[in-house]
């Protein structure tokens, strides 16, 4: 199970890179319109995996409060 989702992983993470190094090339408006909207969805795609494959938060510490003036 956690390999298939690894290898999940490393595709959304492939097609990222690739769709980049398109991105690179000589394109029309509408191209990069379309590419840069699916490397919003393959990210969008990889966070949701890898939020269930790596269910793990870290809570931060709350700032101390100021101690009260001396009088």
Do not use: W
Request: overall charge positive; proline content about 10%; glycine content about 2%.
């Amino acid at each position: 199970m956690i390999d298939e989702r690894l290898a999940r992983l490393r595709a959304h993470r492939n097609n990222i890179a690739r769709y980049r190094r398109l991105l690179k090339t000589e394109l029309s408006h509408l191209e990069r319109q379309f590419i840069a909207g699916r490397i919003e969805e393959e990210k969008s795609a990889m966070d949701k995996l890898c939020s269930a494959t790596f269910p793990l938060t870290f809570r931060l510490p709350e700032p101390p409060t100021p101690l009260p003036p001396v009088a």
